[in-house]
């Protein structure tokens, strides 16, 4: 029974830590990044949730003062691999839509769900003290990419 107990916890001890390589796989983008935009100062900010999920929030600020919230996002680590997870108040009933991540390297990450409506394809990259991150796809028969380039607060 011991020797039982002893190879469960043997087995959980690595499940955990390989579980905790995979957060730090992703914790290049943790921070506070900013961009100037057309209505004021996008600011997202990225935290640890938990040992399997990083979660970012996006704002905007106006007038040097008020927020105005954007989104929620978790990228989570779950049976074997990662998705990139936005909730948006105002779209899709402010229900969570999830993007399977399909590349991560070094500091950078694509993510794609071809059923929603727009976007499509989600990409993150950091570069030194930037952030590019980009959304694209096909909205009523037209492509259409943008481009955010932030830089750490």
């Given at each position: 029974?011991?020797?039982?107990?002893?190879?469960?916890?043997?087995?959980?001890v690595l499940h955990t830590?390989?579980?905790?390589?995979?957060?730090?796989?992703?914790?290049?983008?943790?921070?506070?990044?900013?961009?100037?935009?057309?209505?004021?100062?996008?600011?997202?900010?990225?935290?640890?949730?938990?040992?399997?999920?990083?979660?970012?929030?996006?704002?905007?600020?106006?007038?040097?003062?008020?927020?105005?919230?954007?989104?929620?996002?978790?990228?989570?680590?779950?049976?074997?691999?990662?998705?990139?997870?936005?909730?948006?108040?105002?779209?899709?009933?402010?229900?969570?839509?999830?993007?399977?991540?399909?590349?991560?390297?070094?500091?950078?990450?694509?993510?794609?769900?071809?059923?929603?409506?727009?976007?499509?394809?989600?990409?993150?990259?950091?570069?030194?003290?930037?952030?590019?991150?980009?959304?694209?796809?096909?909205?009523?028969?037209?492509?259409?990419?943008q481009n955010f380039?932030?830089?750490?607060?």
């Amino acid at each position: 029974m011991r020797r039982i107990l002893l190879i469960l916890l043997t087995i959980l001890v690595l499940h955990t830590e390989s579980i905790a390589q995979k957060i730090e796989e992703m914790s290049w983008i943790l921070g506070t990044w900013r961009i100037q935009g057309l209505q004021g100062i996008i600011v997202e900010k990225w935290a640890v949730k938990n040992d399997s999920t990083l979660t970012g929030r996006s704002y905007v600020i106006k007038n040097g003062k008020d927020n105005s919230f954007l989104e929620t996002v978790d990228i989570a680590y779950r049976n074997g691999a990662w998705y990139y997870i936005p909730t948006v108040a105002d779209q899709n009933d402010a229900q969570p839509v999830s993007f399977s991540i399909i590349f991560v390297k070094n500091e950078e990450f694509i993510c794609e769900n071809k059923e929603h409506d727009f976007p499509q394809r989600i990409a993150y990259r950091r570069v030194k003290n930037q952030l590019f991150a980009s959304i694209e796809g096909v909205r009523d028969s037209v492509y259409s990419k943008q481009n955010f380039d932030f830089v750490v607060e």
